[in-house]
């Protein structure tokens, strides 16, 4: 599938990185990017056939914690989460709701471009939740948990350095997976079409890589 031509109108969510939590409510957030993950096997239903998925990429621009960059200093980084979905625009799936919450009102049975709600605004409803390591210790975390359609006395949002990412699987932006950070990298060759795939070819540098003079969007 590619996430390129994945429009409507036609027939997971965790981060444990470790930093402060935020409060659990309602935040003002923006869509950073959609990675399509290549097919996957369904996790709570073996016995069902694998699912194209995508990653998508939420930001809170006006919420930071301090981390270090690459050298070492000091920064401030915006809050990021994802949610892993299946590639799907039926009428009750979570990219469906996506493009209804960033375009309220607009009727998805005429048809829309899955990539063009990268990076408009919406409401994030962000909860705190747990889990048990192997050493036994109880680790909090905070997920993406719902979304709506922002209220447009918030915008406009806060301004971000951060850049948009839209990544499609079978047309691989050469220029978008340089810049992909090696963990996302590696979530790639999770997927069960990745041998052979265009990802893997551009990973080992044996096919012409796409760029923005194609289809792809980079």
Do not use: W
């Amino acid at each position: 599938m590619a996430l390129n031509k994945l429009t409507t109108g036609e027939s997971n969510n965790q981060t444990f990185k470790k930093r402060p939590l935020l409060e659990a409510g309602p935040y003002e957030g923006r869509v950073l990017g959609l990675v399509e993950l290549g097919k996957r096997a369904n996790t709570y239903e073996p016995e069902k056939p694998a699912r194209n998925m995508i990653r998508i990429m939420f930001e809170i621009p006006d919420q930071t914690y301090e981390t270090t960059n690459e050298k070492g200093e000091a920064v401030q980084s915006t809050y990021v989460f994802k949610r892993d979905v299946t590639a799907s625009t039926h009428e009750k799936a979570f990219l469906t709701k996506l493009i209804k919450s960033t375009n309220p009102g607009m009727d998805v049975k005429k048809g829309f471009k899955v990539t063009d709600v990268v990076g408009q605004p919406v409401a994030l409803v962000i909860e705190k939740s747990s889990f048990n390591n192997q050493q036994g210790e109880t680790i909090e975390y905070n997920k993406a948990a719902d979304i709506s359609p922002i209220n447009k006395k918030l915008l406009p949002l806060e301004e971000s350095n951060r850049e948009t990412m839209v990544f499609d699987f079978d047309e691989p932006c050469a220029e978008t997976f340089a810049k992909m950070p090696e963990f996302l990298k590696e979530e790639l060759k999770k997927a069960l079409n990745y041998p052979g795939s265009a990802v893997q070819k551009l990973e080992n540098g044996t096919s012409d890589p796409i760029t923005n003079d194609t289809d792809a969007v980079c």
